[in-house]
């Protein structure tokens, strides 16, 4: 009515309006307060009254007040018509004629078009706001805001208030890209204002279904996105920030593609560096061959796959027999970790046990690791080792600590945590008493007399230790032979990039990449030939053959291991007589096997019944340090030069030496 009356009178006002309301033409009708319409028979007199120069204005009129309610829009006037309605659903008589862009934004459909098709959305949704002015003032400063840096026109969104937040709709068809980038990049900023702000979800959303509930974070914002949006921004620069979306899945069911992908922003309370401590990502990369090939026995790689099962990274055939395309992926922690505690468990009586407890683990399986998503790897562990330690000691009573520590040592076996490979040690003994201080980390240099006086079982890697068998020029002319092997047996689509081949230093790294290959078994009889042929120019390790003598003469068990063809070893050993070697372990036909896998290793201790407790290995590369570490076994590093033995200390290894020298010496001193 209002509009009307400014359309019809220069000086509209309020008494004007009453004096109609009162006039007795009107009568109120159901709906909102304020609505009116007029007694019978009056609308039919009031037109036969006018003049007929007044009839032949009316798509006029019906502009000019369309004109005010575009106006109030923020809008140009357009052409639809604004209609009174009945309340149930049925038009009235056309009052004005509005824009398309007013009926979309006031929540209309165009009668052209018979349907009112729904954009995509953008929920800002927090706890209840009532009573909190300041965070709703500053909550709705930062939706304008992450709208205007996202350079969506004032036009094409609709934000409608609600008692948990915000709700903005825009048009079928409105980019949202950069309105994401804009809350990820600045959304944090803008709320920082606010004292001890409530939790915020952001979820931009375009799909008839609701968006998943994420899992809780230790964040003040979250963010959470519709599969095809996730795509958008992976495909964008953007993707190469520091913000990771992380997938949600229907039900926990990994195995089938991600509902939804959501990213934690701001966290409350910083994460402690332990937090997920043995993954890194999810990441994100077009081609997973331009991730090279991981360090074996330091990382492995897990990525996701088109029909949406995690696995793991074949160097061999990354994308399968597929084209590359954008992957999330992760970077899996490989490396042994330990942990020390001291507790106290029951037993039978009132008195307690003093505990104390060694825990080792590594990832085994590093798909299962990735789909559990545990984090603090060390709390669940040390958890469930108090859980069933305590269910063992409560049977046994305080003098008979011994029994109890036997049984409890026993009856560790299955952990908590799938994909990890866990070692459990516990001392017991009466409260109070002085238990054994936890093997800290050792010396940087410990001395090599104390190492071998404690080795029963001395394992030699062949390749360094014993011999060079290949230079850095013969190791790259065995990674061409290889390769062109490949070649050869491979289609030209599925060809290794360049990238991907620069990454092989030893022809070794060409058998990891592919030995879940079909490729893998020519591959290793192919190597197997240019060892043997190599044999015979490799040169001596100084001190290698005098380092066995003496090693065996002060009653030490000396066994050489290699992930080199089983033949090469004896034939390169034979001009040096009879060594005293309990054993040579070579590679075997499962080239899954090969270091950083501890098998040859294990191989070698069982065959002269050694013991991992007792056991050292002399080894000069990171693959034999991570097998070591696996098994248990002691380690010294031959680094020739500060390159090898930066790498080897930065893979955990705590003794090194530049020659044999120093080994030597010890082992005659024993």
């Given at each position: 009515m209002r509009l009307v009356q400014r359309t019809l009178d220069r000086d509209p006002r309020p008494q004007h309006l009453a004096e109609v309301i009162l006039s007795g033409m009107l009568t109120a009708t159901p709906g909102p307060p304020g609505s009116y319409t007029f007694r019978p028979g009056v609308r039919e007199l009031l037109l036969r009254s006018l003049p007929r120069t007044a009839r032949g204005r009316t798509r006029e009129f019906l502009a000019r007040v369309g004109g005010l309610i575009d106006e109030r829009a923020g809008l140009t006037a357009g052409q639809f018509r604004a209609e009174t309605g009945d309340g149930q659903g049925a038009a009235g008589p056309a009052f004005a004629t509005v824009s398309e862009e007013t009926v979309r934004r006031l929540g209309g459909a165009d009668p052209r078009s018979g349907t009112g098709a729904a954009g995509p959305t953008i929920l800002f949704e927090s706890?209840?706001?009532?009573?909190?002015?300041?965070?709703?003032?500053?909550?709705?400063?930062?939706?304008h805001?992450?709208?205007a840096r996202g350079a969506i026109a004032p036009h094409r969104f609709d934000v409608r208030v609600r008692g948990s937040g915000y709700d903005v709709h825009t048009e079928p068809g409105t980019y949202l890209l950069p309105v994401l980038v804009a809350v990820l990049r600045g959304l944090p900023e803008v709320l920082t204002g606010v004292v001890d702000p409530p939790p915020l979800t952001v979820t931009f959303w375009d799909r008839p279904v609701p968006p998943p509930e994420p899992p809780p974070a230790p964040a003040d914002i979250q963010v959470i996105v519709s599969p095809d949006l996730y795509e958008q921004f992976a495909a964008s620069s953007a993707a190469q920030g520091p913000r990771r979306f992380q997938p949600l899945f229907q039900d926990g069911a990994t195995d089938t593609p991600p509902v939804a992908w959501y990213c934690p922003l701001s966290p409350a309370t910083p994460p402690e560096p332990e937090a997920r401590d043995l993954v890194r990502g999810p990441f994100i990369t077009r081609d997973l061959r331009r991730l090279g090939i991981p360090p074996p026995g330091r990382t492995a790689v897990v990525h996701t796959r088109p029909d949406g099962p995690l696995t793991l990274l074949d160097p061999a055939r990354p994308h399968g027999d597929g084209k590359p395309r954008l992957v999330t992926y992760y970077e899996v922690d490989l490396t042994t970790h330990q942990a020390h505690h001291r507790i106290s468990l029951p037993s039978s009586g009132k008195a307690v046990f003093a505990a104390s407890v060694e825990l080792s683990w590594h990832v085994e399986d590093p798909v299962a690791f990735v789909r559990a998503e545990v984090g603090r790897v060390s709390e669940p562990l040390l958890d469930h080792l108090l859980e069933e330690a305590a269910r063992i000691t409560r049977r046994h009573p305080l003098r008979r600590a011994g029994a109890a520590q036997r049984a409890v040592n026993a009856g560790l076996r299955r952990w908590p945590v799938p994909g990890l490979s866990v070692t459990a040690s516990v001392r017991l003994d009466r409260e109070g008493a002085a238990l054994p201080e936890p093997q800290r980390a050792a010396p940087a240099q410990p001395p090599l007399p104390r190492l071998l006086a404690e080795s029963e079982t001395v394992l030699i890697g062949f390749d360094g230790p014993m011999a060079r068998l290949f230079s850095a020029g013969t190791a790259r002319e065995a990674v061409l032979g290889l390769l062109a092997l490949v070649d050869e047996h491979r289609d030209a689509r599925h060809a290794l990039?360049?990238?991907?081949?620069?990454?092989?230093?030893?022809?070794?790294?060409?058998?990891?990449?592919?030995?879940?290959?079909?490729l893998g078994p020519l591959l290793r009889e192919r190597l197997d030939e240019i060892e043997l042929r190599a044999v015979p120019h490799a040169p001596a390790t100084h001190n290698s053959a005098p380092l066995v003598r003496a090693l065996h003469a002060s009653g030490r068990r000396v066994c050489v291991i290699t992930d080199v063809c089983a033949q090469a070893v004896p034939r390169y050993l034979r001009p040096y007589?009879?060594?005293?070697?309990?054993?040579?372990?070579?590679?075997?036909?499962d080239l899954a096997l090969l270091t950083p896998h501890p098998d040859c290793m294990l191989r070698a201790l069982d065959a002269c019944d050694g013991e991992t407790a007792t056991g050292l290995v002399i080894g000069s590369t990171i693959a034999e340090l991570a097998a070591a570490q696996r098994a248990g076994l002691r380690f010294v590093g031959l680094a020739r030069n500060t390159t090898t033995d930066r790498q080897l200390r930065e893979a955990g290894c705590e003794t090194t030496v530049t020659s044999l020298a120093p080994l030597l010496e010890a082992a005659h001193s024993l």
């Open positions: 706890d209840d706001l009532t009573g909190h002015p300041e965070a709703r003032i500053t909550l709705e400063y930062a939706v805001e992450m709208l990039p360049d990238a991907v081949r620069e990454t092989f230093t030893h022809p070794l790294d060409v058998l990891r990449a592919f030995a879940r290959d079909p007589g009879a060594l005293p070697l309990a054993g040579v372990h070579g590679r075997t036909e």
